[in-house]
């Protein structure tokens, strides 16, 4: 690092700085007025910037308690947080840039600390649990405490396990008198026994609290100081129920409001001799004090703070599949907080399946549905996991099960029983929403269906074929063309898989996932799908053919509606059918609903056109299902519009792409400001054109008014208005 730059390019700067030697390291300091005090910045050399560049602040103990400030050496120098160091971009090409803006904001930092003691005082509280953490010395163990309210109450203390000395068994236990959740207490005491420990423990909660003290030597007088912050209500029962019983240890959990919200802190008290807390000055001495680093098992604190969403802890999901997806998907259900899982799987967990599953060689020739559920249960505190057996087509003989469920996600990859399995939820009007999830071998991709009852699509709109309209053999999400192999075998038919790894799995249960928790949430509300999309390296050497969907995919990770204009479960009735020439043409409940939105309706509203789109479904009827709406670079007024043809056309040709050529371009339409609309002259003039443009269909012209909906077509010449049937 070359510093006499660094200091050449502060000579032409306000900063008073100075190369210096401090404590026989080489250093630059920088004298600064703050308030009526001059204070000296030191930043000592280092060979590169590797983060934020460090200043300390020379004889901090002559200031006073000051937040974001930790003493070091008894005082004479002070470490200041400006922010998290490694988090910043530092230029390590002009190091005299990194070193100005570090010490901005360490002047910044201390004008503000040094000049506005309310400031100061709400900070050191705001820090309080950093600092509480720094205090030595510490105990042995660190205590995990149940405690789901804050409320004045004993813990039984379980000392570590002796069997295994990591994670939570090396921790000390505290289980509150008010923690009844069955799940919590054994995620906390675990496998192992636990021997209660030799004295009690309590949480106690107070109504303020004074900033951290700065060593162990000050704890008893912050004690006392605590002691008297409980708030006046709880006193009594704390002198009468707590206060009096007799040990050699205590373990002391607090709890207070702070300013970054309430802060939970341990203080570990211990004497050779039994005795009662010490509440006076002159008991302090028989007691050694020690901070208790503390974690809180508690559900409000842990799962907002973990990612998790604790309103999804009443929500019931039903798993069906416990495979490589499935047991990924299960792992993703519990880390995002649902609480009530039921997985069912018919099949045992076997080594082959060890590089795409998430059990492990404990779980070698156990059913898969209950090694899931032990997981679940020993990774997540508060879910409740029930293993099951039974295979998809079975919980056609459990409905109360189904409909106890708020969700039922089926990941087992065999399209002939989820597509059975849907028809009988429909056949008996089930409202649990379902989603289907499966992925395509040779990492191409994978993909999940929403299918919400009451809302338009299901499961049926992925499988209607793209080329007839009709329901089809295979999904017309796939990336694969159908009717190809696609699974390998090493030992005969009994040893046949299809070859994807763990990532293509887990891709595949993200996106799954993502739109359950999604619907649970209540972010989603209407059928949806969504597919990710791989590389086709794997298919093509494996001279697999490639759908159409895969080329023109776009989207990946992207939920989309799942409804399927060509799906006639879903599509309904026509709202509107007009009959002209030898076509009956029906208008989908989609498309009016969209219009009356751009009905002229006030003296303000301009013209809003689009495109048509829609089907032939045979010769005489077509149907019209979709439209292009109106785009922000489209020239719209009170009498005339001009569509932009690139931006519309973009629109055509996904519609066309994504469903072969079953669906596609069919007409244009638009508003007029009268009740009952008739085509002008400009009108007939541009559908003469698009006429002659697509000689290939026919072409139907709409035009909306304010109260009723017109309909034309050009046929062998003549402008032709439809006739309105129903």
């Known amino acids: ?37 001059e204070v000296i910045l030191t930043h000592i050399c280092v060979s590169e910037f590797t983060c934020l ?7 901090a103990g002559e200031y006073g308690r000051l937040a974001h400030v930790q003493i070091l050496d008894n005082g004479s120098l002070g470490a200041i947080c400006v922010n998290d160091s490694e988090a910043v971009s530092v230029n390590f090409q002009r190091p005299e840039l990194a070193l100005e803006e570090s010490l901005r904001r360490h002047i910044k930092l201390l004008k503000r600390v040094m000049c506005d003691p309310v400031w100061n005082r709400k900070e050191l509280l705001r820090e309080f649990k950093s600092e509480w953490d720094r205090i030595a010395p510490g105990t042995d ?65 107070l109504e303020s609290l004074e900033p951290a003290p700065l060593d162990g030597q000050s704890l008893p007088a912050w004690f006392l100081d605590a002691i008297g912050r409980i708030p006046g209500k709880l ?53 050694e004090f020690k901070r208790l680093p503390v974690d809180v098992l508690n559900k409000e604190l842990i ?35 649902v609480g009530e899982l039921n997985v069912s799987d018919p099949d045992t967990y076997s080594l082959s399946n060890i590089y795409r599953h998430t059990l492990n060689k404990r779980f070698v020739d156990v059913p898969k549905s209950i090694g899931l559920s032990m997981m679940l ?94 329901p089809g053999l295979s999904s017309n999400l796939n990336f694969f063309e159908p009717n190809q192999s696609i699974v390998k075998n090493y030992a005969g038919c009994g040893e046949t898989f299809i070859p994807y790894g763990a990532i293509h799995s887990t891709q595949t249960a993200l996106i799954a996932a993502d739109l359950a928790i999604s619907y649970l949430e209540g972010k989603i509300t209407t059928s949806q799908k969504v597919s990710w999309k791989g590389q086709s390296d794997g298919a093509v050497a494996n001279c697999i053919k490639l759908s159409d969907r895969y080329n023109i995919f776009r989207e990946s990770l992207v939920p989309e509606p799942l409804y399927n204009p060509l799906c006639k479960k879903c599509r309904g009735e026509p709202v ?53 709406r109106p785009k922000a670079t489209d020239i719209n007024k009170r009498n005339y519009f001009k569509l932009d043809d690139r931006a519309h056309q973009e629109d055509i040709d996904s519609v066309f792409a994504e469903s072969a050529q079953h669906r596609g371009y069919l007409g244009t339409w638009h508003t007029h400001p009268q009740d ?33 909906i017109k309909a034309f077509m050009l046929e062998k010449g003549p402008l032709t208005e439809l006739t309105e049937i129903s």
């Open 676 to 708: 009952h609309p008739g085509p002008s002259p400009v009108d007939t003039e541009d559908w003469i054109k698009h006429n002659e443009q697509n000689t290939d269909r026919p072409l139907f012209f709409i035009i909306i008014g304010r109260k009723s």
């Open 141 to 205: 163990h660190k205590l995990v405490c149940s405690a789901q309210s804050g409320v004045l109450e004993e813990m039984e203390i379980l000392q570590p396990a002796k069997e295994q000395n990591y994670g939570i068994y090396r921790c000390l236990v505290g289980i509150s008198e008010s923690n009844s959740d069955l799940n919590c207490l054994s995620y906390l005491k675990g496998e192992q026994k636990r021997q209660k420990a030799n004295g009690p423990g309590y949480i106690i909660p």
């Open 377 to 470: 249960s020993i990774s997540y505190p508060w879910i409740s996991a029930f293993p099951e057996k039974g295979k998809l087509l079975s919980f056609k003989d459990c409905p109360d099960l189904i409909n106890h469920m708020d969700l039922i996600i089926i990941a087992i990859g065999s399209p002939t029983h989820e597509r059975l399995f849907h028809e009988y939820l429909v056949t008996n009007k089930t409202k649990t929403p379902v989603i289907n999830t499966w992925l395509e071998g040779h990492g191409i991709g994978g993909h999940a269906t929403l299918d919400i009852p009451g809302s338009r699509g299901c499961l049926g709109c992925a499988y209607i074929e793209n080329e007839t309209g009709r």
């Open 235 to 287: 006193k009594d029962q704390f002198q009468r129920k707590l206060a009096q019983f007799r040990a050699n240890q205590f373990y002391l959990v607090f709890n207070a409001p702070t300013p970054s919200g309430v802060t939970w802190f341990g203080l570990h008290l211990s004497s050779r001799k039994k005795g009662v807390l010490p509440q006076k000055k002159e008991r302090l001495g028989l007691w």
């Open 303 to 337: 799962m907002p703070r973990s990612g998790a969403n604790p309103t999804l802890d009443k929500k019931k999901v039903l798993l069906i599949g416990c495979g490589s997806v499935g047991s990924e998907l299960a792992l993703k259900l519990g880390s995002a907080g």
């Open 53 to 59: 560049p460090v200043f300390l602040l020379r004889d």
């Open 1 to 37: 690092m070359n510093y006499e730059s660094i200091l050449l390019y502060f000579l032409n700067t306000a900063y008073d700085i100075y190369p210096e030697e401090y404590n026989g390291r080489d250093c630059i300091s920088v004298k600064i007025q703050i308030g009526d005090k």
């Open 576 to 628: 509107i059918t007009y009959t002209g020439g030898k076509y009956t043409i029906h208008v989908a409940r989609d498309l009016v609903d969209s219009w009356d939105g751009y009905r002229q309706i006030t003296q303000e509203a301009v013209e809003s056109a689009g495109l048509l789109i829609g089907h032939r479904e045979n010769d005489k009827e077509i149907w019209l299902d979709g439209i292009t």
